[in-house]
């Protein structure tokens, strides 16, 4: 019966927590020998526990007042996660002043742990409540005096500012992306900047392996003009601010950072190669069937690269920069690997950040040069990819593969010379390896664009099929006498007429288009620009024919209804647009990845006018100078007309 009166009271005070009915909860624990310490939860959470985690500001300020000196003792009880009332109070901005009280209660609180090693402290900064940050940090200076950062002091400290697996309030900050309080943990407590946690991970390291935390301009420049006009406008404000914080904490922990000093030799260990054999050292550690049994194994251990190569791993172009800017030495660096920021920049394709590295012109040529210790020049990591890069726009296999490949031409225009005969310790070749690597990706990309073609084709001939029986239809039907159209003398006969033709001759080409690829070889140069260009060019002549074939069917409409009331009119001109509207719209990603195939062609044709000017005006430096020999040799008593000649005015 006891049971059963226990759990009836403790269902009104959990009722009456939930519904934040505070007066009946302190009635309720006045009715309790316990009071407010009473455990309430199968968890072992206090009612104090309870009104704090569900943020009753008066209402926890209420049951501190009920409780009596005899309580005090039991104001540390622990639920089962080891987590005291203090721990619950500093998840709040809104309840310092509880904590307050709490810590003039109970002293102790302030240094408890919970069974994750977390003081009241951390857990304020894991949750980024920097009012409550500043008053329990407050509190633990106090303990510790508001002198210097004495290596003492830094180890009693320690059960404050770090849990058991090494993560500081530093590091758990920057986890949880609160930077603002971060970059405060950073500037008051200068000695965490350089601290790794149990994962061997500074706090910039950390900062440097998370580029969501960070703004490009470049690829969100038009999604925020197409933002800034919807609801979401004041979430993506509080991102910008947080971009800012991130971007201040960045620079603060960078000009404190110097691990890029930590580099392997410059001295390639895999010296430049041109043919693919070695020499094979027979294996002597079997002996009599047995073998020779080791000194001693040696195990490799992952270590945390540098924040500059893990901000170009992903893409983080604010803290690469930031890098270079402040130490511009710090281009030099090279991992244990022997690759330099190139090696990362493309094996992770980030172009941007290998294009920020290319400007600078007087390194690069020595980053070009650099092989790493599987003989692996810039252009072996074209051929490269990292197991753990997910892109964020996978693009179809073969536009994904086209990429690749005009990527292979960029960086191979840049390298040696000999860089292309190259081969690494495995006996590849730059080109060997990119084939050998991408080729499941190209047959995925041979399969999506037969798949493609086909599905393109079915659509081209059934347009064309529709549009050949409608040049036999014509609207209005013909005359019975002559045979001649009855519509024939109408402004929009004519347009239908050549809107259909053009639909026609639309549909059929891209037909041959398609045809065109599904006959291709497949080779892998074709995925550059070939096959690219192609399925551009018959995806556009099938959008054309769509087109044409709706305005065909306009053009009948406006025929048949042109005594139709204006409302009529426009109703169906609209039914007659949309399924162009819709065709467009589901083509246009499509579309505008195609696009990007002639921006070489472009680019080489923009490259022929430089040269084009320069042989025109040799030209023209040459035929005056024939002129002026002939004239001066024809006229060497005039010396004044030779200078008119050759000086004109």
């Known amino acids: 019966m006891a049971k059963y009166e226990q759990h009836k009271t403790n269902r009104h005070l959990y009722e009456a927590l939930m519904g934040g009915d505070g007066k009946k909860v302190i009635e309720l624990c006045k009715q309790i020998p316990e009071g407010p310490l009473h455990i309430l939860t199968i968890h072992n959470d206090t009612v104090l526990h309870m009104a704090i985690y569900s943020k009753q500001k008066q209402l926890v300020r209420d049951l501190l007042e009920e409780l009596h000196n005899r309580d005090i003792q039991n104001m540390t009880l622990q639920n089962d996660i080891g987590n005291t009332v203090l721990h619950e109070a500093a998840t709040s901005n809104r309840i310092v002043l509880a904590a307050k009280e709490m810590l003039?209660?109970?002293?102790?609180?302030?240094?408890?742990?919970?069974?994750?090693?977390e003081t009241a402290l951390f857990r304020a900064a894991r949750y980024g409540k920097l009012e409550m940050f500043k008053f329990l940090d407050g509190e633990v200076k106090r303990i510790f005096g508001s002198e210097g950062e004495e290596e003492v002091e830094e180890e009693g400290r320690k059960v404050f500012y770090e849990r058991d697996d090494k993560t500081t309030i530093l590091h758990i900050s920057i986890l949880t992306e609160h930077f603002d309080l971060a970059l405060l943990i950073a500037i008051e407590h200068g000695y965490l900047v350089g601290v790794k946690d149990g994962d061997g991970m500074t706090a910039l390291q950390l900062l440097a392996c998370n580029p969501s935390a960070f703004e490009d301009g470049s690829k969100q420049r038009c999604l925020k003009r197409l933002i800034r006009s919807l609801p979401l406008w004041e979430a993506i404000k509080r991102k910008k601010t947080q971009y800012e914080s991130a971007l201040k904490l960045a620079k603060f922990l960078i000009a404190r950072d110097i691990s890029w000093e930590a580099t392997e030799s410059a001295i390639d260990q895999s010296k430049p190669k041109t043919h693919k054999y070695v020499r094979i050292t027979r294996d002597t550690s079997w002996e009599g069937g047995r073998q020779k049994a080791h000194a001693g194994q040696t195990r490799t251990i992952e270590t945390a690269e540098t924040p500059l190569f893990l901000a170009a791993k992903y893409?983080?172009?604010?803290?690469?920069?930031e890098i270079l800017d402040t130490y511009p030495q710090a281009i030099e660096h090279i991992d244990d690997h022997g690759r330099n920021i190139l090696h990362v920049a493309i094996k992770y394709r980030q172009i941007h950040?290998?294009?920020?590295?290319?400007?600078?012109?007087?390194?690069?040529?020595?980053?070009?040069r650099k092989i790493d210790n599987n003989g692996n020049s810039i252009l072996h990591m074209v051929g490269i990819k990292a197991d753990d890069f997910i892109r964020d726009d996978m693009p179809?296999?073969?536009?994904?593969?086209?990429?690749?490949?005009?990527?292979?031409?960029?960086?191979?225009?840049?390298?040696?010379?000999?860089f292309t005969k190259h081969f690494?310790?495995?006996?590849?070749?730059?080109?060997?390896?990119?084939?050998?690597?991408?080729?499941?990706?190209?047959?995925?990309?041979?399969e999506w664009l037969k798949r493609t073609s086909e599905n393109c084709s079915i659509v081209a001939v059934l347009i064309a099929t529709v549009a050949f029986a409608a040049a036999y239809t014509v609207p209005g039907g013909p005359n019975q006498t002559t045979g001649y159209p009855l519509l024939l003398s109408h402004p929009f006969f004519v347009i239908f007429t050549l809107t259909d033709v053009l639909s026609l001759t639309f549909a059929l080409t891209s037909v041959i288009t398609f045809l065109s690829i599904l006959t291709s070889s497949f080779r892998l140069k074709d995925f550059k620009h070939s096959l690219p260009q192609r399925l551009m060019i018959g995806v556009t002549l099938l959008i054309f024919s769509v087109s044409m074939m709706m305005f065909a069917f306009a053009a009948t409409v406006i025929l048949m209804i042109s005594n139709k009331q204006q409302w009529e009119r426009i109703a169906l001109y609209s039914v007659a647009f949309f399924p162009v509207t819709i065709f467009a719209i589901s083509y246009l990603p499509l579309y505008l990845s195609l696009m990007k195939t002639f921006e070489y062609t472009l680019k080489k044709i923009m490259d022929i006018f430089p040269r084009f000017q320069i042989c025109k005006s040799q030209t023209k430096i040459a035929s005056s100078d024939s002129q002026y020999q002939a004239t001066s040799s024809a006229s060497s008593t005039r010396p004044h007309a030779i200078q008119a000649t050759r000086y004109p005015v």
């Open 396 to 418: 179809s296999p073969a536009l994904q593969l086209q990429e690749d490949l005009l990527l292979f031409e960029r960086i191979e225009k840049i390298s040696m010379a000999h």
């Open 315 to 321: 893409g983080i172009i604010e803290i690469v920069k």
């Open 424 to 446: 690494n310790n495995k006996g590849q070749t730059a080109e060997k390896l990119f084939a050998a690597n991408n080729a499941p990706l190209q047959t995925d990309a041979k």
């Open 104 to 117: 003039q209660k109970a002293p102790k609180l302030l240094s408890m742990h919970n069974r994750r090693g």
């Open 353 to 368: 950040v290998f294009d920020y590295v290319v400007k600078m012109e007087i390194p690069m040529t020595r980053l070009i």
